[in-house]
């Protein structure tokens, strides 16, 4: 299996890092292929614009980065770093995305990183998402820390429930573009655990990779369960993170 992870850290002694390099040492223990893109060590560019484009845009009159990305796909165009991160991605059998919850969501470097490397014509198209999408067949995991506890990410927890706060990328992100999303892992405040309760942590996260093949994908709603307007069908209960049936 070859697996691509995604890591977005500044530090390299950060418990993130620590992932990560647990994610290596047993995924590669196991016989898989693993290629890590360090963001932050990279220099990683996570503004999408123009620049993405090697050649002349396809409207020089007004910027659409969805339009462009499509183009540059087409025609070979979409700049040298993309196209590096595309062919990683490509040959990837497992995505794991690796970073600290910030703000409720991925740090800035990493949701840069999904802006431009899931180019419309590549990660995306006309026809082809959920159940259609580009990556059908692969699959993904989110391992993450937060700053609190697991009780504020409880379902009445007052950050909200951890599923509902992780949507955008398990639903926005991951199923949007066909991947079978897996239950995320998540290190809850290793910044004010114990050695103790870190090291259980990493166990755990090791323990999670080396039963993945016995691990059921989180539930998304099938387009079977959807009515013309893209909204569930009448009678269809809302089993998600965050739809509910009005």
């Not at 462009?68 to 770093?81: L, R, S, V």
């Not at 800035?108 to 014509?121: C, E, L, N, P, S």
């Not at 996260?205 to 039963?211: H, I, N, Q, S, V």
């Not at 691990?215 to 998304?220: R, S």
Request: hydrophobic share 40%; glycine share 8%; charged share 20%.
């Amino acid at each position: 299996m070859n697996v691509l992870i995604v890591y977005a850290h500044p530090e390299p002694t950060s418990f993130n890092a620590a992932m990560k390099n647990v994610a290596v040492e047993t995924l590669s223990g196991l016989g898989h292929e693993v290629t890590v893109s360090d963001l932050y060590a990279t220099g990683w560019n996570a503004v999408a614009g123009p620049a993405d484009m090697t050649g002349p845009p396809s409207d020089g009159d007004r910027f659409s980065l969805a339009r462009e990305q499509t183009a540059a796909m087409e025609t070979g165009t979409i700049a040298p770093d993309i196209a590096a991160e595309q062919a990683k991605l490509g040959a990837a059998d497992l995505l794991i995305l690796q970073f600290p919850i910030w703000w409720f969501g991925m740090p800035a470097i990493m949701k840069g990183w999904a802006d431009r490397v899931f180019a419309r014509g590549f990660a995306y198209t006309t026809g082809r998402k959920y159940d259609t999408g580009m990556f059908r067949g692969k699959r993904a995991i989110v391992a993450a820390t937060t700053g609190t506890s697991a009780d504020t990410y409880a379902p009445d927890g007052i950050d909200g429930d951890i599923l509902a706060v992780l949507w955008p990328v398990h639903n926005g992100l991951l199923r949007y573009t066909g991947f079978d999303v897996l239950p995320p892992c998540v290190a809850y405040m290793p910044g004010r655990e114990s050695p103790e309760v870190r090291t259980t942590q990493l166990s755990t996260w090791a323990d999670r990779l080396r039963t993945l093949d016995s691990t059921e994908p989180l539930f998304f709603h099938p387009a079977s369960d959807y009515g013309p307007n893209e909204r569930l069908r009448p009678g269809i209960p809302a089993r998600s993170a965050v739809q509910r049936n009005v």
